[in-house]
T-cell receptor
Framework: DSGVTQTPKHLITATGQRVTLRCSPR?????VYWYQQSLDQGLQFLIQ???????AKGNILERFSAQQFPDLHSELNLSSLELGDSALYFC?????????????FGPGTRLLVL | AQSVTQLGSHVSVSEGALVLLRCNYS??????LFWYVQYPNQGLQLLLK??????LVKGINGFEAEFKKSETSFHLTKPSAHMSDAAEYFC???????????FGAGTRLTVKP
C-alpha cells in the first residue's frame, strides 16, 4: 500500500459526459501527479501540482483539467468524453515535487467510455 | 526533452535464471533514471533509481541496474528469477530541469517454473 488513495476504482460512462477523478496523496506529500495509461499510448504524464499550484504540464488535452485543493487532495476533470479516453488514470505523489524524487502511485481509476 | 526505449516488450525466463531487462535513454542533460514495476491491477512501485553518485544502483527484491553514460543505458538485472517477479516493468526518465516523467512502453516479464 503506497498511501495514495484514488476514487472511484471503476467508472463507466457515455460519450459526451463529464467525470471527476479524485486523489489523496500520501500524508506529508505536497506534490501530486496525474498519468494516463492506455494500450495504444502507454503511460503518459498529464499534469503535476505542487502545494496547490500547477508545476508541470504534459500531454493533457484541453478537455481535461485538474486542481489541487488546500487539503492537498487533487481532482482530475474529464469532459466531453470520447471512446479514446477509456484508460487507467493514475495519481502519484511525492514529498516536494522534485524530478529526482520517488513518486508513489495510487491503485488507479479505470475509466470506460461507452 | 528526455525519452526512453525499452528493448523487448516481452521477456520470458525460467525460475532461477538471470533476468535482464533493457532500457536505453536519450537526454541532452544528465538524466534521472527509474525502474518501476506494475503487478496486475495495481499501481506502479519503484524498484530503484539513479540520480547522482554511484552508477550501480541496488533496489528492492534483489534487482539492480547500472547507469552507463557511454552506452546511454540503464539495464535492470536480477541474478535469479522468482515466480513472484512476473509483472510489467517500466523504465522512466526525468532531469533536473524537467518534471515531465517519460516512461518506456514497458516489458512484460514471464517466469516459467
Amino acid at each position: 500500500d503506497s498511501g495514495v488513495t484514488q476514487t472511484p476504482k471503476h467508472l463507466i460512462t457515455a460519450t459526451g459526459q463529464r467525470v471527476t477523478l479524485r486523489c489523496s496523496p500520501r500524508s506529508g506529500d505536497l506534490s501530486v501527479y496525474w498519468y494516463q495509461q492506455s494500450l495504444d499510448q502507454g503511460l503518459q504524464f498529464l499534469i503535476q501540482y505542487y502545494n496547490g499550484e500547477e508545476r508541470a504540464k504534459g500531454n493533457i488535452l484541453e478537455r481535461f483539467s485538474a486542481q489541487q485543493f488546500p487539503d492537498l487532495h487533487s481532482e482530475l476533470n474529464l469532459s466531453s468524453l470520447e471512446l479514446g479516453d477509456s484508460a487507467l488514470y493514475f495519481c502519484a505523489s511525492s514529498p516536494a515535487g522534485r524530478p529526482q524524487e520517488t513518486q508513489y502511485f495510487g491503485p488507479g481509476t479505470r475509466l470506460l467510455v461507452l | 526533452a528526455q525519452s526512453v526505449t525499452q528493448l523487448g516488450s516481452h521477456v520470458s525466463v525460467s525460475e532461477g535464471a538471470l533476468v535482464l531487462l533493457r532500457c536505453n535513454y536519450s537526454s541532452s542533460v544528465p538524466p534521472y533514471l527509474f525502474w518501476y514495476v506494475q503487478y496486475p491491477n495495481q499501481g506502479l512501485q519503484l524498484l530503484l533509481k539513479y540520480t547522482t553518485g554511484a552508477t550501480l544502483v541496488k533496489g528492492i527484491n534483489g534487482f539492480e541496474a547500472e547507469f552507463k553514460k557511454s552506452e546511454t543505458s540503464f539495464h535492470l538485472t536480477k541474478p535469479s528469477a522468482h515466480m513472484s517477479d512476473a509483472a510489467e516493468y517500466f523504465c522512466a526518465v526525468t532531469a533536473y530541469n524537467n518534471n515531465d516523467m517519460r516512461f518506456g512502453a514497458g516489458t512484460r516479464l514471464t517466469v516459467k517454473p
